[in-house]
Every structure is written in structure tokens, then in C-alpha cells.
């Protein structure tokens, strides 16, 4: 029976492929990405490939010769503009399709001993390599501006929060030493990612490898991988490369979107201690008083947008079979780039924010000493003062600070040695040795900072030597940077080199 539906789809979609719904949805924005990110990654795999195949005396030099001749003619500025051409099913047979007409049947030799899998997966490591060494980069110069800010405000004595309440007295440079060493974790995490991205699928073939005697070692290290995937089903299948990029790369940006949310609450009139500059704010277009933080507002935005577009590529994983599959290729690779693209930028965005910020110092150490926060260092001090233990001198304070918050006092200002006297008679039944100089002390927050000199504590002395010891992990992990970005460039160049040295004998 004729079915009018299944006719108007055959109208819509054609008889041939591609089907028109399937061009649209999936192969040209395939081939747009591809040609966006993947030509100059392609064009290195062919001329590493070949002279592999020169080298195992699998190809004649001078017909190699022919082959780079074409491959240079590869115009890359006008493929990018040549829209999807439906008789290529990808940019992978169009530029084969065009070193054929180039240099003649010889450059199908090209195709020896490889497949668009491993090829692929090459291309997309390659790309990613890139991207995340860019990211690194990022990072590294967001964290030289949290180094900067922490030696900036050692002497910024604030009040610091367990579970959004009121806690101990600290610095704002403790908390931005704290930013720096989470920073770090992700920083690791990433090179940790690379070091995984970084290996080799070429010569895995469809799957099984190939029964040419081809080096796979070789290409390797023409292409600037560091190690190459053993298992040539391993090679074209495992996609664990991309979903650990994807986990660092989302617990980076939850991590940062934390911080965040506390300078967008610290900036509000009721906080008062920070005021950004002027071209991270808007004005509302009604209240005429408003300085509308939105610079810190889409910073946390964008990182769900991070996390977002890397669970994306996580839940793509789940559940696929473990083979070659389009669900861990062309559809998911730009999602990875998303993720990584938008935290790069995110990190620009948060160092001007943070780097131009005014920060009300004189603010957050009034607060901190009329804060009952700093009671800590006094039942620490009865310990001392009165060979207490913790327990008994913390339940003395405890009572004293209690009394005032039942009778509405919230500040330092009405805490009395007296007041500690008359808990302590009912507790221990005797009044306290300490005396009222120390009882001052022990509630005064620069005291409380200076002597929290331990390692990781915000003392100034500490703190001074922690800036120090992050200047000197600074040099080191900007070090890695510099020299796998050498290395990819010296590889490219080694195998111009190549070339240049068999025209030279070939003239």
C-alpha cells in the first residue's frame, strides 16, 4: 500500500546520499568544524606518514616527492571558505580527492597502511593537544595574578567562614593563597590530561594495524607525541583520552565558580569590602545608585556552561561500544572545545576582575575586631594563662559569648574580662590569672594572625615564605608549558627540514 508520508520524506530527503536532514544536522557542521581545526593537524599526518613510508622503502623517494609537491598546494585559507560539497562524505577524501588530481594515482599511496580511524583519532589529539596547552597557558597566568594578590594583601586582616557563618580572623591573602593551591590541582590535573592526550594512534590502522612493514615509533615522534597506544584496538576505541579532559577540565571550572559566588557576595553594600572597576560593572537603567556586578555574575554563569558542555562529552561516552564510533568523534569533539575555549576566556575575564578590584582594607579589620570570631585565641589563652583544659577554657568562653548574644550585644565591643570572670567562678569556681592586657590581646585579629605561623597558617612571616615557594612552583610549571610547546614546534619544523633536504637532493 502506497504511504503518502514515507513519499513526502523520499521528496524531503532524497534518493541519494546524503540524505538532506542528515547533510544538514550532521555532515556539514562536521565538515565546518573540521576544516576550522583539523587541516593543519591532516597536513602534518600526511607529510610525517610519508616520510615514514620513504623510510621503510614503501614508497620511492621521488614519487613522495610528487605527493609533498601536491600537499603544499593545499590552499588552507580557501578550503576554509568552500562550503560542504555533498560528493566528499568529509574533508578527509576532498583534499585526498585533490593530491590525486595533483600529483596522479601515486598519491593514493598515501592511504598506504592507515585508515580515516586512526587518522582520526590522531587529528582529534592533535587538536586537543593544542587547546589544552592554551588552557594551561591560561591558567598559569591566572595563577601569577593570584600570586601577585596574595603578596599584595598579607596585611588584610578579614574575617574568614565555615558554613557561611562568622568563624576565625585571617587574611584575604590566605584565601588567595588558598585559590592559588586549588588553581594548582586543576593546573596538574590538565598536564596530568595532556600527558594522556599525547599519544599515538597512528598505525593502528581500521583496528587490527597492518601487514606492511610500516614504523609506527616514527611517526610517532614526527608528530610530537610522547607515547604511542600499543593496542591498535585500544588506539581507535578508547575515548577515556578525552573524557579525563573532560573531568579535569569540569572540576576546573566548579572549582573556580566557588570563588565566584563569594566575591560576588563580598561586593555587595551589606559585605562593602570590594568595589570593582569600573569596566567589569553596568548601571541599572531605573536605580540610578547601582553598580551591577556583572562581569562576576557571567564568570559563574559561563563556568556551569564549562561543566555543562564537559558532562556533555561524559554522558556521549557512557554506554557506547567499545570500537570505532561517530558518538566519540565529529559529534562530541566540539563540545570538549567549548568546555575549553569558555574557561580559557573565564580565566581572562576573573583576572581583570580581580587584578582591578578596590579592596576596602580598613572595612574587613574593623569587622574582624569586633567580630566574636576571634574568640578562639582566648579560650587558647586560658589554656596557656590558667593550665586549662581546651574543653573547660572553651566552655567558659562559650558561656560568656552566649550571655551577650541572648541580651542582642554582637560585638567585641561589650566583652569584659569581668563577664569571663563571673563564667569562670561558676565553672571552675574561681576567677581566671589572665590579665587584662592579655585578655586584649587575645581578642585583638592581628594578634590573632601573627601568631598562626604554622605551615598553611596566614601569619605574615608564613605567608611571605608561601609566596616565595609559589613563585618558584610558578617557574616550574610554566617550564612544562614552554617546552611542550617547543617541542610541537620543533617537531613541525623537523619534518619541513625533511622535505627541504630531499628537494635539495632531488634538484
Known amino acids: 500500500m502506497d504511504s503518502k508520508v514515507r513519499q513526502k520524506i523520499i521528496e524531503k530527503e532524497g534518493t541519494e546520499f546524503p540524505a538532506k536532514t542528515y547533510k544538514k544536522l550532521v555532515l556539514e557542521p562536521a565538515f565546518n568544524h573540521a576544516k576550522e581545526n583539523f587541516i593543519l593537524p591532516m597536513i602534518q599526518i ?31 585559507g580557501e578550503l576554509k571558505k568552500h562550503p560542504y560539497d555533498p560528493s566528499f562524505e568529509d574533508l578527509f577524501f576532498q583534499i585526498e580527492h585533490f593530491l590525486i588530481e595533483e600529483a596522479g594515482d601515486i598519491a593514493g599511496n598515501l592511504h598506504i597502511a592507515r585508515s580515516r580511524n586512526d587518522m ?6 592533535m587538536t586537543l593537544r593544542e587547546k589544552l596547552l592554551n588552557l594551561i597557558q591560561a591558567a598559569l597566568n591566572f595563577r601569577q595574578c593570584l600570586i601577585e594578590l596574595t603578596s599584595e594583601h598579607i596585611d588584610t586582616v578579614m574575617i574568614g567562614y565555615t558554613h557561611t557563618q562568622q568563624a576565625q580572623p585571617t587574611t584575604l591573602a590566605h584565601y588567595f593563597n588558598a585559590m592559588t593551591d586549588v588553581l594548582t590541582r586543576d593546573i596538574r590535573r590538565l598536564m596530568a ?10 598505525g593502528a590502522a581500521a583496528l ?4 606492511f612493514p610500516i614504523n609506527r615509533k616514527r611517526v610517532q615522534e614526527l608528530l610530537g607525541f610522547e607515547d604511542m597506544i600499543d593496542n591498535a584496538w585500544d588506539a581507535v576505541a578508547g575515548a577515556d583520552y578525552i573524557g579525563e579532559t573532560a573531568a579535569a577540565v569540569q572540576l576546573a571550572g566548579i572549582n573556580l565558580g566557588r570563588s565566584a559566588q563569594d566575591f560576588l ?20 537603567s ?21 561543566a555543562g558542555n564537559a558532562q556533555t562529552v561524559l554522558t556521549m561516552i557512557h554506554n557506547t561500544p567499545f570500537g570505532d564510533i561517530v558518538d566519540t568523534e ?11 575555549d569558555c574557561l580559557q576566556n573565564v580565566y581572562g575575564l576573573f583576572a581583570g576582575v580581580l587584578m582591578t578590584m578596590e579592596v576596602n582594607r580598613e572595612k574587613l579589620l574593623e569587622r574582624a575586631k569586633k567580630s566574636f570570631a576571634n574568640v578562639t585565641e582566648l579560650a587558647d589563652t586560658l589554656v596557656r594563662t590558667d593550665r586549662l583544659s581546651f574543653r573547660k577554657a572553651h566552655e567558659i568562653v562559650s558561656a560568656a559569648v552566649r550571655e551577650l548574644s541572648s541580651e542582642g550585644k554582637e560585638s567585641l565591643d561589650d566583652f569584659h574580662l569581668d563577664l569571663l570572670n563571673r ?28 601568631i598562626r605561623s604554622l605551615e598553611g597558617g596566614p601569619s605574615p612571616e608564613r605567608m611571605t615564605n608561601t609566596v616565595r615557594e609559589r613563585i618558584r612552583q610558578q617557574e616550574e610549571l610554566e617550564k612544562w608549558a614552554e617546552e611542550k610547546g617547543k617541542r610541537l614546534k620543533e617537531k613541525r619544523e623537523q619534518i619541513e627540514q625533511i622535505f627541504a633536504e630531499w628537494v635539495r637532493e632531488n634538484e
Open 208 to 211: 587490527t594495524t597492518s601487514g
Open 423 to 450: 563564667h569562670a567562678e561558676k565553672i571552675i569556681g574561681r576567677k581566671l590569672s589572665i590579665t587584662e592586657e592579655q585578655f586584649k590581646n587575645a581578642l585583638d585579629p592581628v594578634h590573632f594572625v601573627r
Open 286 to 306: 531605573i536605580m540610578p545608585q547601582k553598580r551591577n556586578p556583572v562581569s562576576i555574575e557571567h564568570i559563574r554563569s559561563l563556568l556551569s556552561t564549562v
Open 46 to 76: 600526511h607529510l610525517a606518514h610519508l616520510i615514514m613510508l620513504v623510510e621503510q622503502r614503501i614508497v620511492a623517494k621521488d614519487e613522495a616527492l610528487n605527493i609533498y609537491r601536491a600537499i603544499k598546494k593545499i590552499d588552507i
Open 193 to 202: 590530561a595532556y600527558q594522556t592526550v599525547n599519544r599515538s594512534s597512528m
Open 265 to 284: 557576595l563580598w561586593g555587595t553594600q551589606e559585605f562593602g569590602c570590594l568595589k570593582l572597576a569600573s569596566p567589569f560593572v553596568q548601571i541599572s
Open 330 to 340: 565529529d559529534d562530541m569533539q566540539p563540545y570538549m572545545w567549548k568546555a575549553i
Open 120 to 125: 582520526g583519532i590522531a587529528i582529534y589529539r
